[in-house]
């Protein structure tokens, strides 16, 4: 079932040609509007007449994360804020989020885009579905909301958490799609199945996202909720969800190329890659107002498949993202830095500057595990049991403040963890073991 039929089956020339008409706008409107790209576009010698074809897009600078901290909070906005209705952000390294606004027209933009890759997915207004994001400045949730909104499914927004209650309420509104990350899903899978309910839930679908999750995991929890789930992906500089998502055959994520120009490069070397090819997706808007981004890089790494789907769907696929070439870490659906986290050891004297980022996957939900050293005048403190207890809560507990996700601490004594020659590696990624 299609949302906007016409356009999800454009042949690809058309795709182009309107991606190109877009193109040519969105340069001109950022020149016009935004001083920051007036500025880089200026310097790189690109007026925005000379975009004539879609590949004249390599002439223009990427766009990075820390360009939107250093224009925090409204420097990328294009608009004055009187035109802003909407305002999102994410969690960013330095404490300052990356902040997006929104026009009227982008929350339409917005949710057309999920309301097309929630249908592919099966939903319609039939559907009654429960989003479990967190509700909030998170684009996940409300993305979700508005876009199901449109094609009248009936939204309850139980935001995530309180999963007893999430399970009750699931029961009484007979709700049937389950919008979550894929470990919060699992989850509330296995405490359904612990209460005895399993088989009094009523779920058919799932919109998963805004974390990786295998073909393996999820099959597992397909088994478990007893539904069809799809895999769904955005990010919020991106405006949020609704970049990609799988239709019924799950054989890729269509990007929606009306608004989303995709391209992979290499992200070492920022060379754009040959179709097909594997490396970091870097993403234009093409029809954003508030804060439009020209070639965002993403980190993710992926790659496009442009044939047309077996859905009838031209809108090229992505692969689910691989990983990401940085080192942002997505434990139980909350973005983690390890900045954050040495920033809150560093505060401790008795720490020493070593750690050990430990990350591993217990019934499907992520865990970290955060190894620390002792300084070498604090190592009696392992002889000290009720002092090394009360150092052990204090440094839980922040941890706990600065990244909202509990993790477990290991606090060994000096000269214990690997010393680095080179650039030190302090993810040890067992999740997928
Ligand atoms: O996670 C937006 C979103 C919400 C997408 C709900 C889908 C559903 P951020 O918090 O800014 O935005 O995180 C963006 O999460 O760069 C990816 O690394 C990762 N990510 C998002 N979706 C997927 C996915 C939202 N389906 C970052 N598979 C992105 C793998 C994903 N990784």
Redesign the pocket.
Known sequence: MYFQKDIETMPRADIEKMQLERLQRLVKYCYDNVPFYHKRLSEAGVCPEKIKTLSDIQYIPYTTKADMRDNYPYGLFAVPQSKIVRMHA?SGTTGKPTVVGYTANDLDHWSDCVARLAMAAGADENTIVQIC?GYGL???AL??HYGLEKIGATVVPSSSGNTEKQIMLMQDFGTNALVATPSYAQYIGELAREKGVLDKLQLKLGL??????TIEMRSAIEKTLNLFAT???????LN??GVSGECRERCG?HINEDHYYAEIIDPATGDVLPRGSEGELVVTTLTKEGMPVLRYR???ITKINYEKCACGRTFARMD??KG?SDD?L?IRGV?VFPSQIETVLMSFKEIAPHYQLVLTRENFADHLEIKVELLEQYSSLLDNFPALSELHAKITKEMKIVLGIQTKLTIVGCKTLERFQGKAKRIVDLRNQ
């Open positions: 994410s994001f998170f684009t996940g993305g979700l998963f996202g805004s974390e990786g999750c895999d769904n992906y955005g990010m919020s500089e949020g969800p994520m993403t980190k993710d689910k993202p990401r942002m997505k973005n």
